[in-house]
């Protein structure tokens, strides 16, 4: 009876050490330069899928392969004759393919609580600045994916609660990432130098 249960639990932990998982939720983003300074603020939806390896019951390496959008929405204010200035809106994008490396530890049970620590690494897709339309202006498109430097890479921090739901392991957190790379590659007097990336939200993730 000892060695079946024991044969039992071996083989269950053995089908739990490969998790999957699918992740998403809103970020809130911003960019920051020198001294810590704001650029602006914009939120953007993080969408991908979750890998964990289990060392322990309560230890696992994280990683997984994200789509995740960064950067910024301003008003631009234009001066017209009248009335004076307009307000065109304007959209700053970084669109990242992101791939974490973290330590996972969580206490145990079916509801419980987790921590992941560790790093990301971001493969830029695209880097564009829109302009929207205003007033009968059209609104037009500016790639500037060749002047940005094509990584990003800084720490990554998570934590939340783990739960059961219909039969499916859930997670609810909160996700800082902080990019730590100067992404700017542009030269000029009205460039804006160093740029680094920043984003905080709220993560959901579904056991599959």
Not at 1 to 18: I, P
Not at 19 to 27: A, I
Not at 145 to 169: A, H, M, N, V, W
Request: hydrophobic share 40%; net charge positive.
């Amino acid at each position: 009876m000892l060695a079946f249960f024991a044969l039992t639990t071996s083989h269950s932990f053995a089908q739990e050490k490969h998790l999957f998982d699918l992740e998403t939720g809103p970020m809130y983003s911003s960019l920051r330069t020198e001294g810590g300074r704001v650029l602006g603020k914009r939120v953007y939806l993080l969408a991908g899928i979750n890998y964990k390896y289990s060392l322990q019951p309560v230890l696992a390496i994280k990683t997984g392969l994200f789509f995740e959008r960064k950067g910024v929405r301003f008003d631009n204010m234009i001066p017209m004759p009248f009335p004076s200035k307009v307000s065109q809106k304007v959209s700053v994008n970084y669109d990242y393919i992101v791939m974490p490396l973290q330590l996972s530890l969580k206490t145990k049970g079916d509801t419980f609580f987790y921590s992941n620590v560790g790093i990301f690494l971001g493969v830029l897709l695209s880097q564009k600045i829109i302009f929207h339309p205003y007033l009968s202006h059209p609104g037009f498109t500016e790639d500037h994916t060749s002047e940005t430097r094509r990584y990003d890479l800084g720490p990554l921090i998570e934590t939340g609660i783990g739960f059961q739901f219909l039969g499916r392991k859930c997670e609810a957190g909160l996700r800082i990432c902080m990019g730590l790379v100067d992404t700017n590659m542009a030269e000029g007097p009205n460039v804006v130098d160093p740029v680094f990336t920043n984003s905080m939200g709220i993560k959901l993730g579904v056991g599959i």
